[in-house]
DNA sequence: CTAATTCCTTGATCTGGATCAGAAAGTAAA
DNA sequence: TTTACTTTCTGATCCAGATCAAGGAATTAG
């Protein structure tokens, strides 16, 4: 037993991408089994973070990328008048903290929303083993660039949507995205409050709160607190803008 | 002499990166002389685009990101509504095209903002080479990483400030890239027009307009038409918010 | 359990920036 | 050159969403 199995051993935590519900989105994706072995070996299983505790923070030293593997984080930067500015939310699966590469910090700060584990990737282990397995290099250019396209769908909402498609557009995000891992689509919990919602989408709590309310009353979704059930989907939809995704556009 | 070697002779344009100004801002950053001269055979050098003419299209199949050597670029989406919406304004050494990588297809267009010439570099070409030379894919990494936390900046930007605070800091972000690649830091052109600073922004054209109208009155600039000059730099930063670079910032 | 916080909702009011309108200055085509 | 178009600027008006205020619901702490 080599002396890294022991450390695995040894750990809260020794379960494997293998074994994982989330590899088929998670970076095992596109990995041949003998190469998900190999990743298995260089990632380590944290024990859980409960909820307002935080994963890194905005200035750390950059070391490690991380998947989510259950639970909820955000992530935020801090601005000039110390007001919060939230960049993104975490579902399982999803990777946080690429944005650290480039300067060796990690340029936002990454929190808890409610209980959460996460698998840590050392990024410089991780860069070694993309050497060895191109499928694997090619999984971590598609999850940089899938950000980037994200982030710039996020850069249109910021700067073109009312209220209404701001809030619509959040919640039909959410929904895909657990519709993705296999959950329900229609029906959520939010795992971040209004004001979470309002910080990330550029609204105030109140307007955050008036438009759900409204959507309930319109009979669009029904809520219960942080309960969401996404009642007349085509609608949402429509509020959104059909063409939201881009390919259909037809050339200018 | 091989036939690829044969095919750069014959386009238009045959310069390489070693001969480039932009080389050490650009890929070939951190690589060494011979590893330069691998990646300088599998870039074309292609024509100059002429104001308003495409470099890709949204919906068109990915292959390859550009360096651009002079000019600028923007990219944009179109939104639901038929309006663009604009996601980025790309400056001489600047890659574009790197959110392709995900889908297999552009999801912005890029268009000359005056006459541009790019480098391009086939990326499954790059991502073979990227094999090779690891201190390639890590500037590869890098420079993706950079484009993610500076679009989370942009999120900021536009989620969070107010229409002096966005375009002093759209002034600044110019002038600092300005800067970088050796020309004056206060003294430039803007290659976009009022509208498109405006669209960038999530402000209207007449927005755009009275800031910088009044930005001149304060003395904090002197514009004449599209040339811009930055008389009170210490005043614009303030302007922004000194904390702007993220990791002066004590933890919370 | 109660008390203290924090979160959510709703109403009333205010305001920064959008929109509308039109003049002036460029720019390009003819 | 004139004509047509685009861009920029300025003023007047309007409104979506912010802010202020306050009561109720939910969580958390003790």
Not at 31 to 59: S, V, Y
């Amino acid at each position: 037993m080599s002396a890294h199995t022991q450390s695995r051993f040894n750990s809260t935590l020794t379960s494997q991408c293998q074994n994982c519900s989330l590899s088929a989105l998670c970076l095992p994706l596109a990995l041949a089994d003998e190469d998900i072995t190999k990743l298995d070996q260089i990632i380590e299983r944290k024990k859980p973070l409960k909820k307002g505790e935080f994963l890194f923070r905005q200035g750390d030293v950059f070391d490690s990328v991380y998947a989510v593997r259950s639970g909820t984080l955000k992530t935020f930067n801090i601005t000039a008048y110390g007001e919060e500015q939230i960049t993104g939310f975490y579902c399982p699966s999803e990777l946080v903290g690429l944005s650290g590469i480039d300067s060796n910090a990690y340029p936002v700060s990454a929190k808890a929303l409610e209980t959460t584990t996460v698998c840590e990737i050392p990024f410089s282990h991780l860069e070694e083993l993309s050497s060895q397995i191109p499928s694997l290099k090619h999984q971590i250019f598609k999850v940089m660039s899938r950000k980037i396209s994200d982030d710039q769908q996020m850069m249109v909402l910021l700067g073109k949507k009312n209220a209404d498609e701001k809030v619509a557009s959040f919640l039909l995000n959410l929904s895909n995205r657990f519709k993705k891992r296999g959950y329900s689509a229609t029906s959520f919990r939010l795992s971040m409050s209004r004001g979470e919602i309002g910080n990330y989408l550029g609204l105030a709590v109140e307007t955050v709160s008036r438009v759900i309310t409204r959507f309930q009353k319109n009979e669009l979704i029904h809520v219960d607190g942080k309960e969401i059930e996404i009642v007349d989907l085509p609608e949402m939809q429509k509020l959104v803008g059909v063409a939201s995704d881009c390919g259909k556009i037809a050339h200018i």
